[in-house]
DNA sequence: GTTAATACTTAAGTTAGTTTCACTTTGGTA
DNA sequence: TACCAAAGTGAAACTAACTTAAGTATTAAC
């Protein structure tokens, strides 16, 4: 199954569309997402239908086949390698990598990636703290809660992010909260919800429920 | 400027005709290289004169303008310090590595490169001992001479080969001889110009004239 | 110098992926 | 239960890169 470039990338787009929402993608939703447009969708989605890679039905939405799903999660699993490299061996910030991946993810050698997981020790997440899928497609479910979802004087570890956007990634890495960090919660401003947090550096840092809703944590030694 | 991969290989394919050739590069020679028709060639060639990047009077064969030839050495650059990576770091063979390079040296971002040149400690040549042009584009030449030309009890190092074909590196392998082997040279068999060679093991090995022509070497300490 | 073979270009048509625009289906509201 | 807005589909047309087929230049041969 030799698939374009823009054949996995909509495999990805379902992927993703699907894992969080559940259901059915709409043709508008993998529009928005691959900024294209809905009758380029449903060309695609039909033709992806064809390879037996998507099921799909008129006006109801499309889903990943089995065959589709596995070879999203490669795609998946290839992104968050690459990531990694570039953070860990290359010295990327978090919030500058995603494209160069987007990128990479394309290339096909399955020893080339095989190599690489190998060379990086086999991570188990990448620099956003998403779970890097292994060679044979399992996920590992992190368990994994929101920050906003702990009381005062808990003592937490930054483990991922719900919002990958750079602009949230640059935001992390001026207030100094890098994935890792450890955090004690202080006290919550009950008007707007806003929540002060305690770093390892003795600093104080104020974050808004937003941010406190995107962080995702466990608790130190759990 | 945003070229497709095609019009990437294109660019590439006229660097290396001419570079060996020096004269400008006939249609068919573009055709063979990259596989495709002279009509595709001769429609290309034109779009990228359009784009100034190729010289080019039809019937009289195209050359790269000095625009053309920046890009086409910082593609050079990129293939080969993946070539690079993968023997160095990833532990791929030196004839399993030119199909992926291929493939990674189409993706676009120069901070991608500066640190991977970096992270590589700024290599000199790549796994089949062809120079890697620098961030400049500044192509360091290596004064290598053929195996061929040298004579009985000459000790020599083995700098490159001129044939990177994957059949002539795999043999390359089987009789031990890699890039860095010190060799030397033993009798020359006049009927058919085959010639000896005594490694450093201890093991000797004989050699075509076919293949003493491929090999690209340096005298020990010169 | 004419001719034949080779090299090259042009023209027309193909495919993948896109767009725009008009039409159809769906589903919530009254 | 009928209607309308939103969502989705189909058709036609565009672009990049390709092909084949046919025509034009160049070169080599005599």
Redesign the pocket.
Known sequence: MN?????E??LKALYYICTDGDAAA????I?AR??????????????LADKDLVI???????FLSKKGKTIAVGLVRKHRLWEFFLVDKLGFRWDQVHEVAEQLEHVKSPELILKLDQFLGFPKSDPHGDPIPDAAGNIQRLALRKLSSFSENDELILMGVSDSSVEFLQYLNQQGLNLGAKVKLGSKFPFDQSQELHLENKLKVVISLHVANSLLVKKVNS
């Not at 709409?26 to 939703?29: G, K, L, P, Y």
């Open positions: 698939l374009s470039e823009t054949e990338n909509y709409s043709t508008n939703a529009s691959l900024e294209t447009s809905a009758a380029s969708v449903s060309d695609m989605i039909k033709r799909y039905e008129k006006y109801k939405g499309a």
